[in-house]
């Protein structure tokens, strides 16, 4: 020991030989500090390990220079499986006491055996892992992590005693208490350790640690009773006196064999048969609760799975939808450049059938601009194909596909800028008129009047509203295409209204209309020919029949 004044030597003097201070206090504090290092020394040696830690801590309080202490302390620690807390100790102590200190050796022990030391350090963050688990209500992992800590570390208490807690918290309690006496042996009187023995005992009624002495006693009271033999002092002697035997018979050997049987057969039945049909119930139960658990958590899973899957269904089907509608507009752009090469190769009756089978509403930018240029161009290509076609029809009497081709001219001019325009609604109306179909007769004569009024006069007798409902009662030839007229002048009217022309006199014999269509007087025999198709060269009579 040295002086804390001037760190000289001291004796046994209460006085500082160096700077004569006054160091009574300072060595009774020593002397207390190694009172306590003996009593912790003491509680050691029976495996009172709480009770030594708490004594050493108490002496290294006095005196944090006491070595002995520390290094106690760190064994302590060390047994009970707190290898760090023992690690810090030694280490203190190695720096206060850096020769002639047992704490070298322990480091060394320690430190040397790398394997130990990664147990220790796996321990530590298992255990660790396991109080989050059980904080986090996850009991199933805090066992699993709790028995690899011992198995890692056999030495750590704390790892004992909250596995044991938590087999406390599932009625568990022989498995509880298997842990706890283990960590009994470790540290005997561990506060902790015997308190949740004690919770054991008052849960299932058997006594945890009842000690030897007590059964003895018990054994030796239970020997005088059942041993059948009188015993009393007479005097200093001790007599014993047996007490008397009478021979039983066999009957009655027998009777207590049978009496026996059915004692045994009773407790069999009352106590050992309840007892296992109650244990294989709650084991049932239990396994019956865990495949439920499983069941729920599996039915959980799968219905998230199928949500999954089904988004994923509908990310493909939006994607096979988004594919085909790309192709549509791909092989649409692509029957667009056709036609575009169709046009510009010279075929222009072709690019105008082509394009009549495509949508605007299919394309856009460039390509709805392209598709509106080859529609432009192609349109007068379109009106005069048709156009000529229905006229031909029409001049054969074939109204239904006059009517046909001639809605499909005049769609193809919707802005009317071809100069037959109106022969073609002219001869459409006409059309669906000797079709009967007044309707669409009206609605293109009201077209007529509508675009052309300087020729509405040429229609308007043939509106159903005007009209008696006699067809032959009205009958117009349309320029010679087809119809003979009753009313010559009628025709002549209608033909002169279809070009918007005047007639030119051919002669006596007839009239030449700009159409090139030759209409005869009306004062020929019906025989004579009326009019002459340009087209076809044939003439007609005034009843509209061939003249052969």
Known sequence: MRCIYCNTPLGQSDFCTGCGADISIQKRISRISNLLYNEGLEKARIRDMEGAITCLKRSLKFSKENTDARNLLGLCYYET????????????SKNLQGEDNLADYYLDQIQNNKNK???????????????????????????IQLKKVISHNPKLVKAYQLLALLYMKRQEYDRSRRLLRKAVQIDATNTTTLRYLQEIE??????AGRGRLHKRKEEETDDT????????????????QPTTFRDSSTIATFINIILGILLGGAIVWFLIVPANRQSVNDEANRQVTEANAKLATAQVEAEELQEEIDGYIEQVAEAEEERDVALAKVESYDELLSIAEQYVSGDESGAADAILALSPDAYEGNALSLYESLSSAVSASLFSKYYTSGTTA????????????????????????????????LYLGMAYYYL???????????????????????????????SSGDTTSNTLDLSGLGDAATDVTAETDA???????????TGTDGTTSDD???????????????????TTGLQYDANGNVIE
Not at 125 to 133: A, E, G
Not at 521 to 531: F, G, L, R
């Open 81 to 92: 499986g707190e290898a760090v807390s023992a690690l810090c100790e030694w280490v203190i």
């Open 117 to 143: 030391l990664d147990q220790i350090n796996q321990s530590i963050r298992k255990y660790n892992q396991s109080v989050l688990y059980c904080r986090e209500d996850n009991e199933d992992m805090a066992i």
């Open 202 to 207: 008052n849960a299932t009624g058997k006594g």
């Open 225 to 240: 009773k059942v041993s059948g033999t009188l015993r009393y002092l007479s005097g200093n002697e001790m007599i014993i």
């Open 394 to 425: 029409y001049v054969q009497k074939d109204y239904q596909t006059a009517a046909e081709d001639l809605a499909k001219a005049v769609e193809a001019d919707p802005d009317r800028e071809q100069s037959n325009h109106y022969n073609a609604l």
């Open 436 to 466: 009967g179909d007044r309707d669409s007769a009206d609605e293109i004569f009201n077209l007529i009047i509508e675009y052309y009024p300087s020729n509405a006069s040429v229609v308007e007798a043939y509106i159903s509203s005007s």
């Open 495 to 505: 033909s002169s209204s279809d070009t918007g022309t005047d007639t030119t006199d």
């Open 516 to 534: 090139g269509i030759t209409i005869y007087d009306d004062s020929s025999s019906s025989a004579e020919a009326v009019w002459t198709d340009p």
